[in-house]
């Protein structure tokens, strides 16, 4: 019996679980696997993400220090500018405020989580999936 753990997913709550789960399935060249009323699963290149629909979800505020965001997504990209028209065209909104925009880029997908576009080396998948 081995007692590692391993993250198996990311869950988000969201107002559409199926609506979010196309649009990350679109923006990662990801696949739809599971599509339910209320629950819905992408499986991505490096991972899996799942989607819960909640009723009067409320999206997190950025930037915003009354209205802590308790997580964010990361993603590493070749190309910054290639991959903000992916994820414009397919309905994210791209933040005003950018803290840190010599390495990442935040938008906020079309439920509100917020999310960054990273070319920082330090976030490089190795070819296994795994982060150096």
Same mark, same amino acid.
């Given at each position: 019996?081995?007692?590692?753990?391993?993250? +198996?997913?990311?869950?988000?709550?969201? !107002?559409?679980?199926?609506?979010?789960? +196309?649009?990350?399935?679109?923006?990662?060249?990801?696949?739809?696997?599971?599509?339910?009323?209320?629950?819905?699963?992408?499986?991505? !290149?490096?991972?899996?993400?799942?989607?819960?629909?909640?009723?009067?979800?409320?999206?997190?505020?950025?930037?915003?220090?009354?209205?802590?965001?308790?997580?964010?997504?990361?993603? #590493?990209?070749?190309?910054?500018?290639?991959?903000?028209?992916?994820?414009?065209?397919?309905?994210?909104?791209? #933040?005003?405020?950018?803290?840190?925009?010599?390495?990442?880029?935040?938008?906020?997908?079309? +439920?509100?989580?917020?999310?960054?576009?990273?070319?920082?080396?330090?976030?490089? !998948?190795?070819?296994?999936?795994?982060?150096?």
């Amino acid at each position: 019996m081995s007692d590692s753990i391993r993250l +198996a997913s990311v869950t988000l709550d969201c !107002p559409d679980a199926g609506r979010l789960a +196309a649009f990350y399935a679109e923006i990662t060249g990801g696949t739809v696997t599971n599509l339910g009323e209320h629950w819905a699963t992408v499986v991505c !290149p490096n991972g899996r993400m799942d989607f819960q629909t909640v009723p009067d979800y409320t999206p997190p505020t950025w930037p915003d220090p009354t209205s802590p965001i308790m997580m964010h997504l990361d993603f #590493y990209v070749d190309d910054r500018a290639v991959a903000e028209e992916r994820v414009l065209t397919a309905g994210a909104t791209k #933040y005003a405020f950018q803290p840190n925009s010599g390495q990442c880029y935040v938008y906020a997908d079309p +439920a509100g989580h917020p999310f960054c576009l990273t070319t920082w080396e330090d976030m490089r !998948p190795e070819p296994d999936g795994s982060i150096d």
